[in-house]
């Protein structure tokens, strides 16, 4: 495509040097300087970690024919034009480089604090039991066309998104969008069909400050609906009741009682959402969805509260869709799970163990009941903390776990740089004054979990938190790459030794 195309999708935009080559012919966009090839156009991207602008000689010499940054005072041989938001340039530009691909699919964003992934993979299964064709990106994988790729980001860049959106011939499109990709512009040049809120809890306020900042940013997602597109909301957590009433746009919404109008859109076509009710958590789940004034009985595989929650924005979703609703309870009743989201392996003994990624005291306490709703006699959690990230939620969530468990083992999470020292005296302290004496620290991941499973008794439920399906960033002693491989590992030597016997 040529440049001077390309720079139309960008509305505020200065030639910082005389450019006879404005016409040329654009090759492909990057916005690593390593990747560069003859013809690109870089665009240079202020990030938290390095910055872009320091590498655009490097993009010159590798090929790069036009530059766009920020800064005024860059010197470089090439066309070289400056923006206020490299970020928003770059999703634009490549929005239309790649001819608007948003545009030839059914794209599903979805935001919240916890459940984008089992809700991203509720809704591909229900779709695919429907005969539609599905893509997905989010935290566990991409899957494109049916290939399943190794995620960089919950969300990816606006680059590698718009790239991906082409690449995809499926009908749906289905993104998890966290919040830091929000108020990075990484989905600019994006058009979204629905837009998910899940809820809201405390997280991330390392990155976003306060909780008010953090349901701003996370509101941003609502600026990308199409024209005709619906805002689907959690209305059960208070924060998605604040951003019903906050959007002016066709709104449809999960609640536990009646309805309540939000704006004008809602009024004309007399429809809201649906209603959650007659929630049966103790021994098989379910419960009952009203919507257009039927009711909808559904079975689901998963205990938990947090589980009902998804499964009925799921369900809402999907109808407003088009799906048939006797299609989604099935598909409901036979849902398997997200890869490391609330994901059960049985113990020889009878008890469960719990791989999941809950990492917020709201999370904490949606698990924990669970196993209290289905009869456990002793409760054990394991987790950890991520240095360098939100510090301020961890007591809380100690607290809680202290609360709902019988023991708390507490162990490494990924380090980011933070000295092991630093976070083992911070664990210490946290057994100290917050576990009520149910605590212990174990800073060898594999041999805490190790340690649940070897006392392990029937009735017992271990939840192993934080990480899900994530590979560990440095070794321990048993030789696994996540929790769920030192299970899987502690479960098969328990097999050999019964051979033995």
């Known amino acids: 495509m040529h440049l001077i195309k390309l720079l139309e999708a960008i509305e505020e935009i200065n030639v910082n040097r005389d450019s006879t080559m404005i016409d040329i012919h654009i090759t492909g966009i990057a916005v690593d300087s390593r990747k560069v090839e003859k013809g690109n156009l870089f665009i240079a991207i202020s990030g938290y970690e390095t910055d872009g602008h320091k590498y655009i000689e490097d993009a010159v010499k590798r090929g790069a024919v036009a530059v766009i940054g920020e800064h005024q005072t860059i010197n470089t041989t090439v066309p070289l034009f400056i923006v206020k938001n490299s970020r928003e340039a770059l999703g634009k530009i490549s929005s239309m480089f790649y001819n608007y691909p948003s545009k030839k699919h059914k794209v599903i964003g979805i935001t919240g604090t916890n459940g984008k992934t089992t809700t991203s993979y509720l809704l591909k299964h229900i779709l695919e039991a429907a005969g539609k064709s599905c893509s997905l990106i989010g935290t566990v994988s991409y899957i494109i066309n049916g290939e399943v790729y190794k995620p960089t ?11 991906l959106l082409s690449k995809s011939e499926d009908e749906f ?103 959650l009710k007659d929630i049966q958590l103790q021994g098989k789940v379910n419960f009952t969805l009203c919507m257009n004034g039927e009711n909808y009985k559904i079975f689901y595989p998963f205990p938990g509260l947090h589980n009902i929650y998804n499964a009925a924005i799921a369900f809402l979703t999907a109808v407003e869709m088009g799906i048939e609703p006797m299609v989604v309870i099935k598909a409901l009743a036979s849902f398997r799970g997200a890869p490391g989201r609330f ?56 607290k809680t776990s202290a609360k709902h468990c019988d023991a708390v083992l507490l162990t490494l999470d990924d380090l980011n740089g933070v000295s092991e020292n630093e976070i083992s005296e911070e664990l210490v302290n946290l057994n100290l004054y917050h576990c009520r004496g149910k605590g212990k620290v174990q800073l060898d991941r594999t041999l805490a979990i190790q340690q649940a499973w070897e006392t392990a008794e029937e009735g017992d439920w271990v939840f192993i938190t934080g990480k899900g399906l994530e590979e560990y960033d440095r070794e321990f002693t048993l030789p696994a790459r996540s929790d769920k491989e030192v299970i899987l590992l502690l479960k098969e030597n328990d097999k050999t030794e019964e051979k033995i016997i």
Request: net charge negative; hydrophobic share 35%; charged share 25%.
């Open 173 to 275: 499109f289905i993104m998890e969008i966290s919040s830091h990709a929000l108020k990075q512009s990484r989905i600019e040049g994006i058009g979204l069909d629905y837009g998910i809120f899940t809820n809201l809890s405390h997280d991330h306020l390392d990155y976003h400050e306060t909780m008010e900042q953090y349901f701003e940013d996370k509101s941003i997602m609502f600026n990308h609906l199409k024209e005709d597109g619906k805002a689907i909301i959690n209305e059960i957590c208070p924060w998605g009741k604040r951003l019903a009433k906050k959007l002016h746009i066709p709104i449809r919404t999960l609640g536990s009682q009646s309805f309540e109008v939000h704006n004008e859109d809602n009024k004309k076509d007399g429809y809201h959402g649906c209603i």
């Open 153 to 163: 980001n919950t969300t990816p860049d606006a680059l590698q998104i718009q790239t």
């Open 343 to 398: 994901e059960i392996i049985h113990h020889p003994s009878g008890a469960i163990f719990v791989v999941d990624y809950a990492h917020t005291k709201d999370a904490f306490e949606h698990c924990l009941n669970s196993a209290k709703q289905q009869g456990a006699k002793r409760i054990t959690h394991i987790f950890g903390f991520r240095g360098a990230r939100d510090s301020s939620k961890r007591v809380d969530m100690v």
